[in-house]
């Protein structure tokens, strides 16, 4: 497995290296790390990280996953009690909240959103969506929203979701509608937010609005007079959900201004940049969950005599697969490494936006090679191809929220050549 010809580097370091192999051992089906080569990122906390994620998902999440799917009501929101008891919830939340983020680092995390999206059918997937809702209350809220909301929150007891996109304002954040007249001592809400994550069974909602003093950001609460939520369809399988929100003159207090009034932009984005690194990193295992279902087929499927990986043509796809899946998993290494050195989140602008933009594209590329692999297999919902089937309609799930390509792609250049201008008015 290893011929060991760098000088210094001796045989039982090898040995070693076999020893820590972890998961698929078929190439390419784990990230290499996982399958005994070195990384200077990883150590012992992270390899113990891995296997508690991974005997989560096996035990609690994948057995499930098709009877939640079919459900109305989804995964049971308990899941998350269950996952913070495990030690798989906490390391996105402060410790000072109940959660253990400061004894972890971003690759701890970019180990759990991996891990996590082994298992397909949005199985969990409101824990991503309040490491996204939570930021802007930790950060800016005041201390006395912080001690009502966070704690519930991480101790998987309540549920947070991010409410910006609205029917005429999806990755035009700046085009948000929805009004926040002051009157006395509350806010009076008004508008409409659509394809809100989460919506449907959250207890909490960050919320984008439009106050006097430009966009401001206010923590609204189920139960609110006036706040009514429906759960909306999706082209892909969601046991999680998604939400349409209308607001009617729901009367919030003012205490629940996150941050200062007509800040909110500014906090949504810098938020967007780690929301984007998740995205990514679920979609590079959405890809390579195409690549092992894939090769795995096309070891025992025979087609004219002979199984389908003995055809070159067969081969040069996976081979085209695990390309693109290695080289997005590295993107995703680097911004980790950035991030946990310490680069401030106003860095990572254009590099979180075609980190996410390279992630669904990836993963649409990937789906795509799969069905064809699979061929009628991956056009039903049941049998060996059901999985491939499920996550071609994945794709658009990476694709479309927190940016669409399209305007990350434009952004990512803007963002450069602004900031060059900056640097070059100062000299």
Not at 105 to 116: K, T, V
Not at 147 to 174: H, N
Request: charged letters at 25%; glycine letters at 10%; hydrophobic letters at 35%.
């Amino acid at each position: 497995f290893f011929e060991v010809r760098a000088s210094g580097v001796h045989k039982g370091t090898a040995r070693a290296m076999l020893q820590d192999v972890f998961g698929e051992r078929l190439m390419g089906c784990e990230p290499t790390w996982y399958q005994g080569f070195p990384s200077a990122y990883y150590n012992d906390s992270h390899r113990a990280f891995r296997k508690k994620c991974r005997d989560f998902v096996e035990t609690e999440m994948k057995p499930h996953a098709d009877e939640w799917i079919k459900s109305p009501e989804g995964y049971p929101v308990s899941l998350h009690a269950k996952a913070y008891q495990a030690g798989v919830q906490g390391i996105v939340f402060p410790k000072e909240f109940g959660g253990s983020r400061e004894d972890h680092d971003y690759f701890h995390e970019l180990i759990l959103w991996d891990e996590l999206a082994r298992c397909t059918g949005g199985v969990l997937a409101q824990l991503s969506i309040n490491s996204m809702g939570m930021p802007p209350v930790s950060a800016h809220g005041s201390e006395e929203l912080k001690a009502r909301v966070i704690p519930p929150v991480v101790k998987g007891e309540k549920t947070i979701a991010l409410m910006i996109s609205e029917p005429y304002a999806g990755s035009d954040v700046a085009g948000v509608k929805t009004t926040a007249e002051r009157q006395g001592d509350h806010f009076v809400v008004n508008g409409q937010k659509k394809w809100i994550t989460g919506g449907h069974r959250a207890d909490f909602y960050t919320c984008a609005v439009l106050t006097a003093k430009g966009m401001s950001l206010l923590l609204i609460e189920k139960g609110m007079p006036g706040l009514s939520v429906r759960k909306m369809d999706t082209q892909f399988d969601n046991s999680n959900g998604t939400a349409f929100v209308t607001l009617e003159d729901v009367k919030v207090p003012a205490s629940n201004l996150i941050g200062k009034e007509g800040e909110g932009f500014k906090y949504l984005m810098h938020n967007f940049n780690h929301e984007r690194f998740v995205i990514a990193v679920g979609a590079c295992r959405g890809a390579r969950n195409c690549y092992e279902e894939s090769i795995k087929y096309a070891m025992k499927r025979k087609t004219f005599g002979k199984p389908l990986i003995e055809h070159q043509a067969i081969r040069m796809k996976l081979a085209e697969m695990l390309r693109q899946i290695e080289a997005l998993h590295d993107s995703c290494e680097r911004v980790a490494y950035a991030m946990s050195q310490g680069v401030p989140d106003y860095e990572f602008g254009a590099t979180c936006a075609l980190l996410k933009v390279n992630g669904s594209r990836c993963f649409e590329f990937c789906a795509r090679e799969a069905s064809q692999i699979f061929g009628g297999s991956s056009i039903v919902r049941e049998g060996q191809g059901k999985l491939v089937e499920r996550m071609y309609r994945d794709v658009r799930a990476s694709a479309i929220p927190g940016g669409s390509e399209e305007i990350l792609l434009d952004f990512s250049i803007r963002n450069s050549v602004a900031k060059y201008a900056k640097l070059q008015s100062k000299q």
